[in-house]
């Protein structure tokens, strides 16, 4: 007598299904949190990197600058060639060199910014002129997001560390001379919400 031959039950038909609905459900879990990470990573690389333009800007801008104070608004009275109260959104006010011209637009290679600490936001404004009057609006452009505080201190020529410049003998002397002493050295330290505190301390060329 030949032997029949016998194909799969319904138990091991279910069984079978019921083995590979864990695998997929194992393999998706996985690809699933493999994508997540890689996401997070990816917020990750572009937080470091704002963070790290944010520096690099206030750097280049500190690095260059220039000996040159402005006038006020008014145009009665001069301002100095770096100027920081430590109090109010705008956390510093300076003169720099270096403003690159590709287009050849007739203006000054200086250039006047400013940065202010407005929602938790880092903004950078400059003049399209050095000694901006009443009427000219700045050019604003973000720097960085999540931005809780930003402090800035200055080195004097005494090696001592002051919380606001020009120091106030400077000030009191009110000549144009005096205006443009520049600090040896500028600290500055910000604080994020996510990576907290980052300092930095930024020669001033002679």
Excluded at 69 to 83: A, K
Excluded at 116 to 139: A, C, G
């Amino acid at each position: 007598m030949t032997r029949h031959q016998r194909g799969f039950t319904l138990i091991e038909l279910a069984v079978a299904v019921f083995i590979t609905a864990i695998l997929f459900a194992i393999g998706y879990g996985a690809v699933n949190q493999a994508v997540k990470n890689r996401t997070a990573l990816e917020q990750q690389q572009e937080r470091l990197l704002a963070v790290q333009t944010a520096m690099r800007v206030i750097a280049q801008d500190v690095n260059q600058l220039a000996m040159r104070p402005i006038r006020d608004p008014s145009g009665n009275d001069w301002l100095p060639v770096l100027s920081a109260s430590g109090n109010g959104q705008r956390v510093l006010e300076l003169t720099r060199g270096g403003w690159a011209n590709p287009a050849g637009v007739q203006r000054p290679a200086l250039q006047r910014v400013a940065y202010v600490l407005e929602n938790n936001k880092l903004r950078r404004e400059y003049w399209p002129v050095l000694d901006p009057l009443l009427s000219t609006e700045p050019i604003r452009k973000d720097v960085c997001s999540g931005v809780k505080s930003i402090v800035f201190r200055y080195m004097d020529v005494s090696r001592t560390w002051r919380d606001t410049w020009p120091p106030a003998s400077a000030v009191s002397g009110a000549s144009k001379l005096n205006l443009r002493l520049r600090p040896v050295a500028v600290e500055v330290t910000i604080e994020f919400e996510d990576l907290g505190k980052v300092k930095r301390i930024l020669e001033v060329p002679t």
